[in-house]
T-cell receptor, first 109, second 117 residues
Framework: GIQVEQSPPDLILQEGANSTLRCNFSDSVNNLQWFHQNPWGQLINLFYIPSGTKQNGRLSATTVATERYSLLYISSSQTTDSGVYFC???????????FGKGTKLSVIP | GAGVSQSPSNKVTEKGKDVELRCDPISGHTALYWYRQSLGQGLEFLIYFQGNSAPDKSGLPSDRFSAERTGGSVSTLTIQRTQQEDSAVYLCASMGRSNGVMNTEAFFGQGTRLTVV
């Protein structure tokens, strides 16, 4: 079946540091999104990125569909970046979005 | 409204009772998802609606779970004879057309926290 694997599962950063989160998926991609779940549980979509590279402020994402992975970059991290980052994936011909188990990020001052 | 709205925000129910959870998607969005998230866990897919097509029910964990979407808009998730293991946050998301492409970004509601006692 469809597999979506995220790494690392946990990450602790000093404020100001940079980080890279990874999402591997098992098949060709129809939809790939990155979400941030804040400490209050709200899921915010960060990027819709089935291929290519996008940037939004301190965050950027790259998906290499042919190699079946996506990366989320966080630069100059802030304490407000803390939370869980999820990638969600659907394969070709499917709209069922499958979520990875997430990366729990803690940014300490 | 501007976003996905779910009600109630919190629901405490006794084991064995039925519950209904409601989702109002973003106006015009044709795709609607239900997920379940247990404490500290990831999101478990439950069901997907797309327009007038038959829903994808492959994630529903048992026949106690059912969902409807009336008029292509509001959706109701019903859990019959609730069990303690049904306790979780139930999340709804909708997707629509963006820049001419269908079903791109998913927008989530704030969720319904269900506690079965």
């Amino acid at each position: 079946g469809i597999q979506v694997e995220q790494s690392p599962p946990d990450l602790i950063l000093q404020e100001g540091a940079n980080s890279t989160l990874r999402c591997n998926f098992s098949d060709s991609v129809n939809n790939l999104q990155w979400f941030h779940q804040n400490p209050w549980g709200q899921l915010i979509n960060l990027f819709y990125i089935p291929s290519g590279t996008k940037q939004n402020g301190r965050l950027s994402a790259t998906t290499v569909a042919t190699e079946r992975y996506s990366l989320l970059y966080i630069s100059s991290s802030q304490t407000t970046d803390s939370g869980v980052y999820f990638c969600a994936y659907s394969g070709a011909g499917s709209y069922q979005l499958t979520f990875g188990k997430g990366t729990k990020l803690s940014v300490i001052p | 409204g501007a976003g996905v709205s779910q009600s109630p925000s919190n629901k405490v129910t006794e084991k064995g009772k039925d519950v209904e959870l409601r989702c109002d998607p973003i106006s015009g969005h044709t795709a609607l998802y239900w997920y379940r998230q247990s404490l500290g866990q990831g999101l478990e897919f439950l069901i997907y609606f797309q327009g007038n097509s038959a829903p994808d029910k492959s994630g529903l964990p048992s026949d106690r779970f059912s969902a409807e979407r009336t008029g292509g808009s509001v959706s109701t998730l019903t859990i019959q004879r609730t069990q303690q293991e049904d306790s979780a946050v139930y999340l709804c998301a909708s997707m629509g057309r963006s820049n001419g492409v269908m079903n791109t970004e998913a927008f989530f509601g704030q969720g319904t926290r269900l506690t079965v006692v």
